[in-house]
C-alpha cells in the first residue's frame, strides 16, 4: 500500500482539467493506497482571494472531491489550514531550498509576470509549502497534472537535501503520478495555452459547475480548424500521439483527447472512430458525451453545495485525522533538526 498526497487550491473556477487531470486519478488510487487529498487554502493565498469567496471556493473543491467519487471515510479530506503541520514544516524548508533552485520555477515566472517585485513572497516559496504538505505525511506518490511536475522535482530535492544534511532517511523519496490521456488539457479558445482557472475568457474552460447548456455551448464554440480528421496510421508504434502532430493542429487534438479521456478510449479507438470526419460532426458527438459524463458531478457538487453543515463535517473530521497523522512527523523532525522539547 503506497502512501498518496494531492491537492487542489480553492481559488474558483475548477475546472475540466483539474478533474481529468487529478481529481479523476484521485478517486481510481483510493481503492488499494492510503490517500490524503487536501484542499490548498494555504497556497491559494499567495495570490489575493476574497474571504468570502475563499470559503466558497474551498466548499467547492470539496464538494468536487466527493462528487467525483472520493469516499471520506477511506481517504482523507482536509483544507490545509486547519492542519498546522503544514505550515511549520515549511518553515524548516524554507532554510533547506535554495535561491537558486526557486529562481528556476516557470510556474512563478509565469504567475508574477513582469513585475516580480510586486509578486508575494508567499508565492515564490510556494513550492517548499507543497514539499511540506506531501513530507508531512512521508507521502511516496502523489497524482497530479504535468504542469506541476517541476514543483514535483522540486520536493523531492527537497528531502534529500534534509537527509544529507542532517544524516539521517527520514523523508521519503516522491514519485509523480501523472495517470491518463488528459494530463495537460488545453484552453478550448487557443490549442497552445493550458486550460487555467484565472483564464479572463470563461469560453476557455469547462467549469465544474458549468450545466448541460453551457458545457455543450462552449464545446460547440470551441476553436477548431477546417481540416478534417485524421486516422490512427499518424499515431506512433506505441499508438501515441507524436508531438509533432500536436503541434500541427493543437485545438484538433485537444478536442480528442478531451474526448477521449471522457470516453475512456484510446487514440486508436478515438481516431478510428471520427477518422474522415468534420468538426461539424465532432463538436456535437463531443458536447453530449461531455454533458453525458459531467452531469452526475455537477449536479452532485450542487447538491452538497448546499448543504455546507455536511461539507465542512467532512473537512473537520478529516482535518483530525490528518493532524493525528502529520503531528508526530513533525515532532520526529524538529528532534532531527535540533529543536529542544522539554
Ligand atoms: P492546481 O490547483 O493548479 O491544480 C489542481 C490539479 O489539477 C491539475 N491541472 C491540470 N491537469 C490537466 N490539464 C490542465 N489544464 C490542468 N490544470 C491543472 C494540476 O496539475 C493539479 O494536479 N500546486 C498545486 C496544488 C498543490 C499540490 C500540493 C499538489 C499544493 N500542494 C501537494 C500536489 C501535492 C496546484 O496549484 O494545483
Not at 52 to 64: G, I, P, S, W
Not at 237 to 246: H, K, N, S, T, Y
Not at 283 to 308: F, H, N, S, W, Y
Amino acid at each position: 500500500m503506497k502512501r498518496i498526497f494531492s491537492g487542489v487550491q480553492p481559488t474558483g473556477n475548477l475546472h475540466l482539467g483539474n478533474y481529468l487531470g487529478a481529481i479523476r486519478n484521485f478517486v481510481g488510487l483510493q481503492e488499494e493506497h492510503d490517500c490524503i487529498y487536501c484542499v490548498v487554502d494555504l497556497h491559494a493565498i499567495t495570490v489575493w482571494q476574497d474571504p468570502a469567496e475563499l470559503k466558497q471556493n474551498t466548499r467547492e473543491v470539496t464538494a468536487a472531491y466527493l462528487a467525483a467519487g472520493i469516499n471520506p471515510k477511506a481517504s482523507i479530506i482536509f483544507n490545509q489550514s486547519q492542519v498546522p503541520a503544514h505550515a511549520e514544516l515549511a518553515w524548516i524548508f524554507n532554510c533547506v531550498a535554495r535561491l537558486g533552485w526557486l529562481d528556476r520555477m516557470t510556474q512563478f515566472k509565469d504567475k508574477a509576470g513582469k513585475h516580480k517585485e510586486r509578486a508575494s513572497a508567499g508565492l515564490y516559496v510556494y513550492p517548499n509549502l507543497m514539499a511540506a504538505d506531501i513530507l508531512a505525511y512521508q507521502a511516496t506518490h502523489v497524482p497530479v497534472g504535468e504542469d506541476q511536475k517541476q514543483h514535483l522535482e522540486l520536493a523531492r530535492d527537497i528531502a534529500q537535501k534534509f537527509n544529507h544534511d542532517y544524516g539521517v532517511e527520514f523523508f521519503p523519496v516522491i514519485e509523480p503520478l501523472i495517470l491518463g490521456s488528459a494530463t495537460r488539457v488545453m484552453s478550448l479558445r487557443d490549442g497552445t495555452k493550458k486550460m487555467s482557472k484565472s483564464d479572463a475568457s470563461d469560453l476557455s474552460r469547462i467549469n465544474m459547475t458549468d450545466d448541460a447548456d453551457a458545457i455543450a455551448r462552449k464545446l460547440k464554440k470551441a476553436t477548431s480548424d477546417p481540416d478534417f480528421l485524421p486516422g490512427p496510421e499518424i499515431l506512433d508504434e506505441q499508438g501515441a500521439l507524436p508531438d509533432a502532430e500536436r503541434k500541427s493542429r493543437p485545438e484538433a487534438f485537444n478536442l480528442m483527447g478531451i474526448y477521449g479521456a471522457l470516453a475512456q478510449e484510446s487514440w486508436t479507438e478515438v481516431l478510428t472512430r471520427f477518422e474522415g470526419q468534420g468538426f461539424g460532426a465532432f463538436k456535437p458527438a463531443l458536447a453530449e458525451l461531455a454533458v453525458e459524463k459531467l452531469r452526475p458531478i455537477t449536479g452532485e457538487m450542487q447538491r452538497l453545495m448546499d448543504d455546507p453543515g455536511y461539507v465542512d463535517a467532512v473537512l473537520r473530521d478529516g482535518a483530525e485525522r490528518a493532524r493525528g497523522r502529520s503531528e508526530p512527523i513533525l515532532q520526529a523532525c524538529y528532534d532531527i533538526v535540533g529543536f529542544l522539547r522539554p
